[in-house]
Structures are given as C-alpha cells and as structure tokens.
T-cell receptor
C-alpha cells in the first residue's frame, strides 16, 4: 500500500515559469513532510519541509503548500531554471518518528 | 560539518555471490542510520534503519541484512545475491531528536548479472 503518492511521473516546464509538483498521502497520522531533489546517480538532497501546524513554508524560489483536509501537498518552484531539472521526491513521517515514507518521484524537466 | 560516505560507487556481481556495502558518517554522534533502495523506475524504498549500535529494524522481508558495528558505520549485506537485488542503494543519516531531514550519501549502483 503506497501511503505517499506522486501521481505524475514526469513534468515539463518552460524556463522562467512555475513548476508545480504534487504529492498525496493516505495516512492521517503524517505530520511532517519533506521534499527532496535527486540528480541521476547521486543521493537525494533536502529541499524544504513543512510541519502539519503550517499550511505554507517558503524558502527562496521554493514554496511548499499543505492541505491537510485533502491530504495533499505541493511544491512550487518559481521561476523554474534548467538546473532544477531532476527527480523530486516527497516524504512523510508521523508523530516525530524517524521513519519517512517516500513517494515514487516526479521527473521535472525545465526547458530553456 | 557532517559528511556521509558510501562505497563502492558501482558494483557488478554475479548471482549467488555475497555483498557488503559500507556507509560511514562523520561529524555527528549517535545518528539514526538508514538503507534505502531505488529500483529502476521506482521510488525510494526503506530497507533498514538503526537508532543505535547493534539495533536494526527491517522494513521489508528480503534477501538482505544490515549491521551497525560502530556508532557511525552501517553495513548492508547479503549472503547470496539475486537478480532482483539490482538497484541503487542509498545510505542516509538523521539527528535522533524530533522531526529531522535525512541526509543521503552518494549511493551505490549494484548490478547483479
């Protein structure tokens, strides 16, 4: 049972436009969420996180939105740059535990 | 600053051979340690995690095992590799308290032939 889902395996966006990556979850106990970026043949790198007590967290070009009632979060990248082309994973954990459940990833391609 | 090392970077092994992948973390004490696998076209699957020396939790039944002989060393092993063990193996660490992001190593690409 996939508790964290990224239903779009790939996304293409023009440089300078907004990229929106979506993530849905099923476990209502999840209360902390993260986004990671991964280049081929490298380990993922942490981008941004959000706690369930918030509905938005912003860091530079990256903003994460959390809709708890819909069990949905999204990552917005504005403006998108070619260097943002990578696979993006969302991850979730429950109750301060150290176990994260990762989604299957979305491959973002930013076109110059 | 903290760093995490994994080796080897790539590995090609025949079916039935043993496996040992090593992960070490520098610059922190008593980290939580994790092994993940990313199979081709799949997401990150948590295989094992450890909250201390000798403490290993397995997330999925499989052909692999993990050990933590030292505080900052995490080893992934197999006695006999299967074709299905091929994938990209990632080690990660996190602080032990509260919600903390995980920091990943560079990964090992394992191909079982």
């Amino acid at each position: 049972d996939q508790q964290v889902k990224q239903n779009s395996p790939s996304l293409s966006v023009q440089e300078g436009r907004i990229s929106i990556l979506n993530c849905d979850y099923t476990n209502s106990m999840f209360d902390y969420f993260l986004w990671y970026k991964k280049y081929p043949a490298e380990g993922p790198t942490f981008l941004i996180s959000i706690s369930s007590i918030k509905d938005k967290n912003e860091d530079g070009r990256f903003t994460v939105f959390l809709n708890k009632s819909a069990k949905h979060l999204s990552l917005h990248i504005v403006p998108s740059q070619p260097g943002d082309s990578a696979v993006y994973f969302c991850a979730a954990s429950a109750g301060g535990t150290y176990k994260y459940i990762f989604g299957t990833g979305t491959r973002l391609k930013v076109l110059a | 600053s903290q760093t995490i090392h994994q080796w080897p970077a790539t590995l090609v092994q025949p079916v039935g051979s043993p496996l040992s992948l090593e992960c070490t973390v520098e610059g922190t004490s008593n980290p939580n340690l994790y092994w993940y696998r990313q199979a081709a076209g799949r997401g990150l699957q948590l295989l094992f995690y450890s909250v201390g020396i000798g403490q290993i939790s397995s997330e999925v039944p499989q052909n692999l095992s993990a050990s933590r002989p030292q505080d900052r060393q995490f080893i992934l092993s197999s006695k006999k590799l299967l074709l299905s063990d091929s994938g990209f193996y990632l080690c990660a660490w996190s602080e032990t308290s509260g919600n903390n992001e995980q920091f990943f190593g560079p990964g090992t690409r394992l191909t079982v032939l």
